[in-house]
């Protein structure tokens, strides 16, 4: 059975874990033991059940109401298996939503009908257009408590629709739901007799699947190098597949070699597919280091180069100042630079800001990233695991994704 990643997002207390834990409970995805834990947790606290308890194991969150961690959990309809990547609303989370969003294949983006779209509602959404996300459901979430009236629906779709178009998103499907009660998740009620679109689930279920990496040309990252009796360059297969005897290139070298076997415990396969870790031994000895990548002869290259444009979402509460040196990391590719400024744009109000010396928390921009070394790159939207990054000094404080590899005007 095939597998999609989602992500829903939106601001803190739209419904996210309720979304969530409701699915889990009308597709049966929920262990017997944890339905059992939700009611003696809510009973414990004199609530009702609910669902958002389903994602929240830590008694501190439970004590809070919120979600913290970045969470992957699954379900399944009778045409696929969906990975749910829980992405937190709080703006000190969006670190997180990040690493999830980066994975996902579609995304749900829920609103309160009763506050309409909110800061978060319009940043989280903003980064959906940053990862390139196309396939979006927006859920108009907790109808129950406008008794259902299609007035509040359309007047909350018109608020959101009209901030998408800014941003260039447009969403597939817009749905009334009430999460807690259950109405339009799963199955349709007639409580919105008014509706006639589907459910979240067969909306889900009319999107694609993201076309397989393993389709792709290779891309394999080097994260070490073992001499154990032979030689063995360990790594993943970001994208394509490796085989034995494969005539293969190590950039940034340029240097040509041939794969003379395929190296895991105890096996010698005879390839390795996309998402696969594995290891190669190669018929010449040639320098070989972490951050190599290691492509297919043949096939489309990635850009090696030192100078390319990116968008980024900068996370630290210290700007970035125009000239400060920064540590690069993409793939096991670890180096470091320096930025240009193009243009800061605020994601919460859209609008450009005329300081192009500094990048503020929160902020989007468009750089041109200056490496000390040459990088080897591809386009986020040809190959996703080589064409995202982030930018660290001690710690992590922008995520982003790479929109021109500098071979283009």
Known sequence: MERMKIVIVGHVDHGKSTLIGRLFYDTDSLPE???????EVCEALGKDIEFGFVL????????????????QTFFRTNKREYAIIDAPGHVEFIKNMIT???????AILIVDVTEGV?????????????????????????????????S???RVKEEILSFLKEIKLTPRFIIPISAKEGDFVAHKTSKMNWYKGPTVLEALDKFDVRENLSSKPLRF??????NFDKRVVV??????????????????????????????????????????????????KLFIDRGDIIVKEGEIQPRVTSSFYGRIFWLSRAPYKLGERITFKCSTQEVGCAMDIIRVIDSSTL??????????ENDVADVIIKTDKEVVLDKFEFIPPLGRFVLQREDVVAGGIIINTGDEE
Not at 56 to 69: A, F, N, P, S, V
């Open 351 to 360: 609008s450009v800001k005329e300081n192009k010396e500094t990048i503020e």
């Open 221 to 226: 990252c080097v994260q070490d190098v073992y």
């Open 33 to 39: 033991s944890k339905l059992k834990e939700i009611k």
């Open 100 to 106: 999830g969003a980066s994975q996902a294949e579609a």
């Open 235 to 284: 790594g993943k297969v970001l994208s394509g597949v490796i085989n034995k005897d494969d005539e293969i290139r190590i950039l940034p070298s340029s240097k040509k070699t041939v794969v003379l076997s395929l190296e895991e415990f105890n096996r010698q396969p005879t390839k390795a597919i996309a998402g696969k870790s594995t290891g190669i031994t190669t018929r010449d």
């Open 56 to 71: 929240d194991h830590l008694e501190e969150e439970r004590k809070q109401g919120i979600t913290i961690d970045t969470t």
């Open 152 to 154: 509040n629906f359309l």
């Open 118 to 150: 909110e800061e978060q509602t319009k940043r989280h959404a903003f980064l959906l257009s940053l990862l390139g996300i196309k396939q979006i459901i927006v859920v108009i979430n907790k109808m129950d408590l406008v008794d259902y009236d299609e």
